[in-house]
């Protein structure tokens, strides 16, 4: 059964549609509509990459921006978020992402009150990576309050165990939303794979939203200067890409935020964060029943 929020969204957005069609045949039924799926998590794994490389799929259109909609944004209402997505035909699907959802039991619990049978995008990554990538993030974004910090300071200004169990413990957030939503309502794939090869990603994905297999390895082109695929400026399918502000229209590739260069790792460090994290990547394949190809951890 749908739920009232979901169902009554669904009659104002056929409502809507209805008088458009009525007035102007030529519309081709083009109408802001509420997701259907949502990437949901994690931080510094992906996520804005995995939304741009689906957007370029015929069938999803997607807001470039974070909306925060089942989190800060939640007493906005569901009208204030609909105003928000970009137009879209009857036949395609809108993903919002925002890695922050996950995170919050209170967070899926109102996913699931918007719309039981929302389908959940999880991206994860090597841990011993993911830090890495956090410490480029924080460093620069706070460079102002923390100054110019080594990875090893920025380690010494944390609890440093809490520290590395806060960013590695996919797992415990993720059994927290399967406890809201049922597991088949899950994709997890992994930042590695999407970066080796997007469309083996996308097809899943496809698979995972009931679309048509349309994304072809054509679309991407292996950019060896930033060392990651970027889109095929001459595809047909980039013109759906070019109001994305996450994507530079001339390179097609995701922004300079998304792909920084990461300090290195002092080999005790480094096996301290691998010890630390390895029972949380466990515990993870344990529970998702999948295993990723990560470097450092032989499970
Ligand atoms: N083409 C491509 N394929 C796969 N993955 C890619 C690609 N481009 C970027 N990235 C990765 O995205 C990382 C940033 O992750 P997020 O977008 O989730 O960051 S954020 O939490 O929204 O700030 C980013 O992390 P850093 O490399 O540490 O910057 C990248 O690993």
């Given amino acids: 059964m749908t739920t009232s929020i979901y169902r009554d969204a669904l009659s104002i957005e056929n409502g809507n549609m209805h008088q458009r069609t009525k007035t102007d045949p030529l519309h081709l039924h083009k109408a802001r509509r509420l997701p259907k799926a949502l990437i949901i998590g994690f931080n510094k794994c992906g996520t804005a990459a995995l939304r741009s490389f689906l957007s370029i799929h015929p069938d999803i259109v997607s807001p470039t921006l974070e909306l925060y909609y089942f989190s800060h944004n939640y007493s906005r209402g569901l009208e204030w978020y609909k105003s928000q997505m970009p137009m879209s035909t009857p036949r395609q699907i809108t993903i919002e992402k925002n890695p922050g959802y996950i995170k919050e039991l209170e967070y899926m619990n109102r996913i699931y009150k918007f719309n039981p049978y929302m389908k959940l995008l999880v991206i994860v990554r090597n841990p011993a990576v993911r830090i890495q990538s956090q410490y480029v993030h924080n460093v620069l974004k706070y460079l102002h309050t923390t100054g110019n910090v080594s990875f090893s300071e920025w380690f010494d200004r944390y609890p440093f165990k809490k520290h590395v169990i806060h960013w590695s413990d996919y797992a415990s957030k993720i059994r927290q939303a399967f406890s809201v939503f049922p597991e088949r309502q899950f994709l997890i794939v992994s930042n590695e794979d999407l970066q080796r090869d997007p469309v083996f990603v996308i097809r899943q994905a496809e698979r995972f939203l009931d679309l048509k297999p349309a994304v072809t390895n054509d679309v991407f082109v292996f950019n060896e200067k930033r060392g990651v695929h970027c889109f095929n400026t001459s595809h047909p399918f980039f013109l759906s890409v070019l109001d994305n502000a996450q994507v530079n229209t001339l390179t097609g590739c995701l922004v300079e935020s998304k792909g920084r260069k990461h300090p290195s790792y002092d080999p005790q460090l480094l096996q301290q964060v691998v010890n ?21 951890y032989n499970t």
């Fill in 276 to 296: 630390i994290s390895l029972p949380y990547v466990e515990d993870l394949f344990r529970l998702i029943h999948k295993k990723f190809d990560w470097k450092y």
